[in-house]
């Protein structure tokens, strides 16, 4: 038998993650013998951009696309913030007793991503990522807190039937509440697939609704239904109290259904001590390694963009092009399989060139064909911007030597492994230690009430000196987040968290996390007063170099914004110390054109799916082996989850490798 090429455009989650199974997944069905790679073999990685993958492949930005961590002075030992992507929900393949079976369908978690950090032995960085239970809001020029808010101090709105005396995400559980009879903590995977599909509004609604019972959901949009049932109000404050302006977009109101039931209890939050950037590093040097074990040749290609793609005699033909003109083909190759291992934006260029290379008769135009271009836009592009910033203290915490009038509550524990070990030195009692174990990432808001949950078991109360110690060694701060209707949206708090921590503290926050039409603002104060822009929007790969520094006047606009989310309404930007550092990534730009993806209504997305992962099942009598992965044709949309689970879907189903987990209850995309 001939040698094989196998092509991956796109060097990010997916592509990774689709390399690492190619070299490591084992095979479960012999049909597909002949797919395997093996000794001889060319496995072919492209990319756009030039991540930071190792020493001996260096780059100009962190690796992992859409992740991209950023170090204070780009000391990987330093304080971090992240830019992208940040977190994972953690599975807990180890629950305790009273817990959902790990392998059932209600167990919680991101299980490719959990799997796949244990499977790279990146389990000693994994570190709890805990939110706030007592959010710090500035919402139209008044700062309170979420646990302030009641029927005698309701939020600043006037929402119709007393809502805003409620939660803003009280507005979302009204408008579900519409939808089904069955409690959404019963749920499952599988379940949420059938909801996308044949899901309806099962309530009775007055005449004056828009909406009636019966209606599909997912001919839906969701803004349309929260407007409908909220009023101008109520959605504004469920719109500004949120924090994400993409979860209240015209998506597909049954998805969005479970976006806005994300954050439930159970759901454990984590990320990697050495920054996520981290597990693509990992990923990397194992496809390095693989490929050299196994004998086969392993060829990665930088700063090189897929062109255009063709199908011919059971070959992808593609042409490439150079980073610093990519808009120009200077060669073409081919392929026994290739991997579109990108977002819809970088799918819509190659597309576009592919468009006038004028196919001969035995060549086939797969992302052309009218269905696949019309479930290519079944996913809304929802921009996204995020700067970071490093200050020489903590100014926005309660316990700050000077604290600001609102400071953000950040302060947590946590009972991690890395306590109990240092507690166990220190010669804590045995009984406590005990208890400890089953209370490991319970995340707690307070010292008295962590204290309180272990005496709780052991029935022995603990010392001055032990609380002492016990404050100490499982202090973890959350995240926050704070939430304010400016341009900032979000701000989230990663404080100290280098890795060596016997250097000069330096404390991180992600100083402005929006998304949608709140990055235009940003924008235009890139540029100075003085400044003419001199590079396309269109053709600007900013996501591609890096995190880029902050200006002047946007760093007084940050400032300015931040007083007022800390220090109260109209207080001087001057109330912040000037930053250390700061820099923004602005997602909203080629090749990404958007931070995360979300589903459009008027599609059934399970038949998108499974679907466009190999578009040419969408053309009659045409097989060709072109395949589309990542997060934008996913059930985990905006999550690093959704660009491993469509990789994982691939591999099973069209290259016969066992899955990486079992998927009976986790079925990777949604099933027929």
Aim: glycine share 6%; charged share 20%; aromatic share 12%.
């Amino acid at each position: 038998m001939s040698q094989k090429t196998y092509s991956i455009f796109g060097a990010g989650a997916a592509g990774l993650y689709t390399a690492w199974r190619l070299l490591d997944g084992k095979l479960e069905k012999k049909a597909f013998a002949a797919k395997q790679l093996k000794k001889g073999d060319t496995l072919e990685l492209y990319d756009w951009g030039r991540y930071d993958f190792s020493k001996s492949h260096p780059g100009s930005r962190a690796a992992g696309a859409r992740i991209c961590t950023w170090h204070y002075r780009n000391d990987k030992n330093d304080s971090y913030v992240e830019l992208g992507g940040m977190r994972y929900s953690f599975w807990d393949q180890q629950p305790p007793k009273d817990a959902p079976n790990p392998n059932g369908g209600l167990a919680p978690g991101h299980r490719v991503v959990t799997k796949t950090i244990e499977l790279l032995g990146l389990d000693k960085y994994s570190v709890p990522f805990n939110v706030t239970g007592n959010q710090l809001y500035y919402l139209r020029s008044r700062n309170f807190y979420l646990n302030d808010i009641t029927s005698n101090r309701p939020a600043p709105y006037a929402v119709n039937n007393f809502g805003a005396s409620t939660t803003p995400d009280q507005g979302f559980t009204t408008v579900q509440n519409l939808a089904t009879t069955i409690p959404w903590d019963k749920f499952t995977r599988r379940d949420w697939c059938r909801f996308y599909q044949d899901g309806r509004i099962t309530a009775e609604l007055p005449a004056s609704s828009v909406f009636q019972k019966g209606d599909l959901l997912k001919d839906t949009g969701y803004w349309n239904l929260l407007y409908d049932q909220l009023g101008s109000e109520g959605f504004e404050y469920a719109a500004d109290g949120n924090g994400y302006s993409s979860n209240v977009i015209n998506t597909h109101a049954g998805v969005s259904f479970n976006i806005n039931n994300e954050f439930t209890p159970g759901s454990q939050y984590r990320t990697l001590s050495i920054g996520y950037s981290g597990m693509f590093n990992a990923l990397f040097d194992e496809i390095v390694r693989l490929a050299k074990a196994k004998g086969i040749h392993f060829r990665y290609h930088p700063d090189t963009r897929l062109h255009s793609i063709l199908w011919k005699n059971d070959k992808a033909v593609f042409t490439y092009a150079d980073r610093d003109n990519p808009n120009i083909a200077v060669g073409t190759r081919e392929a026994d399989a290739a991997w579109l291992a990108m977002p819809r934006a970088a799918i819509d260029l190659v597309a576009q060139a592919t468009r006038f290379r004028k196919p001969a008769h035995s060549e086939v135009d797969v992302l052309n064909h009218e269905k696949v271009n019309l479930y290519l836009e079944s996913t809304i592009m929802q921009p996204s911007y995020k700067v970071g910033m490093f200050f020489d203290s903590p100014w926005w915490a309660p316990d700050a030597d000077n604290p600001a009038p609102y400071p953000a509550q950040v302060i947590g524990y946590t009972i991690t492994p890395d306590a109990i070990a240092t507690l166990k030195k220190q010669k804590f009692p045995a009984s406590a230690l005990k208890a400890m174990t089953t209370l490991i990432d319970v995340p707690y808001t307070s010292l008295q009430d962590m204290v309180g949950a272990i005496e709780g078991i052991t029935e022995q109360a603990l010392g001055i000196k032990q609380i002492k110690q016990l404050q100490v060694a499982a202090r973890n701060d959350t995240i926050g987040p704070s939430v304010t209707n400016s341009p900032i949206r979000m701000v989230v708090y990663f404080g100290n968290n280098a890795r060596e921590q016997k250097k000069t503290p330096i404390y991180g926050i992600l100083a402005s996390y929006d998304d949608e039409d709140n990055t235009a603002f940003w924008q235009e104060l890139e540029l100075g007063p003085d400044q003419q822009r001199r590079i396309p929007i269109s053709q600007d790969t900013q996501p591609l170099e890096g995190p880029r520094r902050v200006p002047s006047r946007m760093v007084k606009m940050l400032r300015k914004m931040l007083a007022e989310l800390h220090f109260g309404p109209n207080s001087d930007f001057s109330c912040v110390p000037e930053p250390l550092e700061a820099a923004y990534m602005d997602w909203s730009l080629p090749p990404f054109n958007a931070g995360y993806h979300e589903w459009a209504p008027h599609f059934d997305i399970g038949d998108v799916q499974r679907m466009i992962r190999k578009p040419s099942q969408l053309i009659p009598d045409t097989d060709a082996d072109i395949f589309i992965v990542g997060e934008a044709y996913s059930n985990d949309q905006a999550w690093v989850e959704g660009a491993y689970c469509t990789s994982e879907s691939v591999l099973n189903t069209f290259f016969g490798i066992k899955p990486i987990i079992d998927d009976a209850q986790y079925p990777f995309i949604c099933p027929e």
